[in-house]
């Protein structure tokens, strides 16, 4: 089985300020780590996947996560963030050769302010 | 387009009566998933499909049934054995099980 520790609930940060997201997993086999991102009352939409082959994966509105697998981690970051950015973040596992069964984690809110 | 359509985005019972919340998808997906979020517990599983008349129990599937005779529906009924029904419902599908997932924007369920 797998699990996925996301130790902060809130991070709250200054827009265009950097920021980093934390996502720590447990697994005896080999895994996919995803990254979703939740608007208010709204659906999860898919922000970044690693499945294989380059530990750094990037999404298209500028952040990036990267596999450590001697850490099991799979931090989230951006460089610089915007208002637009406020949301929750999921981080989630699954076992490899399927994404079926996903475990997620509780999730982190990040709340940009000016 | 092709997406994912829950109805409703809310919906309001009576404790003790049976409610079901419709899930559609268009994107030609075979696999389909219900997940129940409560606040600071993330999302947890109730069912899943990977195929029509199949299907297979979550992590929490008690006082949940489904049922799937079309590809591109995946119906979830709260029974009255369900204890606290109470939650947002996800509905979510993926070409296969070894892809990503694509979430529907999720019904708010209330029994008072």
């Known amino acids: 089985a797998q699990s996925v520790t996301q130790l902060d609930s809130q991070v709250p940060v200054f827009e265009e300020a950097p920021v980093e997201l934390r996502c720590n997993y447990s697994s005896s086999v080999s895994v996919y780590l995803f990254w979703y991102v939740q608007y208010p009352n709204q659906g999860l939409q898919l922000l970044l996947k690693y499945l294989s082959g380059s530990t750094l994966v990037e999404s298209i509105n500028g952040f990036e996560a990267e596999f450590n697998k001697s850490q099991t981690s799979f931090h989230l970051r951006k460089p610089s963030v915007h208002i637009s950015d406020t949301a929750e973040y999921f981080c989630?596992?699954?076992?490899?050769?399927?994404?079926?069964?996903?475990?997620f984690g509780t999730g982190t809110r990040l709340q940009v302010t000016l | 387009d092709g997406g994912i359509t829950q109805s409703p985005k809310y919906l309001f019972r009576k404790e003790g009566q049976n409610v079901t919340l419709s899930c559609e998808q268009n994107l030609n997906h075979d696999a389909m998933y219900w997940y129940r979020q409560d606040p600071g517990q993330g999302l947890r599983l109730i069912y899943y499909s990977q195929i029509v008349n199949d299907f297979q129990k979550g992590d929490i599937a008690e006082g949940y049934s489904v049922s799937r005779e079309k590809k591109e529906s995946f119906p979830l009924t709260v029974t009255s054995a369900q204890k606290n029904p109470t939650a947002f419902y996800l509905c979510?599908?993926?070409?296969?099980?070894?892809?990503?997932?694509?979430f529907g924007p999720g019904t708010r369920l209330t029994v008072t």
């Open positions: 989630a596992v699954s076992r490899t050769g399927t994404a079926s069964k996903l475990t």
């Open positions: 979510a599908s993926s070409q296969g099980t070894a892809d990503e997932q694509y």
